[in-house]
């Protein structure tokens, strides 16, 4: 039996589609991990520092806005989400 292109372009789509649908969850779930530590609720691994990248961080109190503050053991540095954000900017 000769399988029509049709077919096969239809088989490929679905594929795709069901790959699609599995980084999207995936992405969810990042989302939602990001929310947790911005609201300062313990995520399931911990804080990498933004300036040495190392997750060798503990909670550190909280900051006047009421976000959670971190602070790095390796530099020494107290960061929050906020750091991570204007990090990104630039
Ligand atoms: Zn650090």
């Known amino acids: 039996m000769v399988v029509s292109a049709d077919k ?3 088989k490929l789509r679905y594929a795709i589609e069901i790959e ?3 980084v999207a969850r995936d992405l969810g779930q990042i989302a939602e991990e990001l929310r ?3 609201q300062g609720v313990d995520p399931k691994y911990k804080v990498c520092c933004p300036h040495c990248l190392n997750d060798n961080t503990i909670k550190k109190g909280k900051t006047k806005n009421g976000l959670q503050r971190y602070y ?3 530099c020494g540095v107290f960061f929050t989400v ?3 954000e204007k990090l990104q900017k630039i």
């Open 20 to 22: 699609i649908a599995s």
């Open 8 to 10: 096969k372009l239809n």
């Open 82 to 84: 906020k750091t991570f």
């Open 36 to 38: 947790q530590i911005a």
């Open 72 to 74: 790095c053991k390796d």
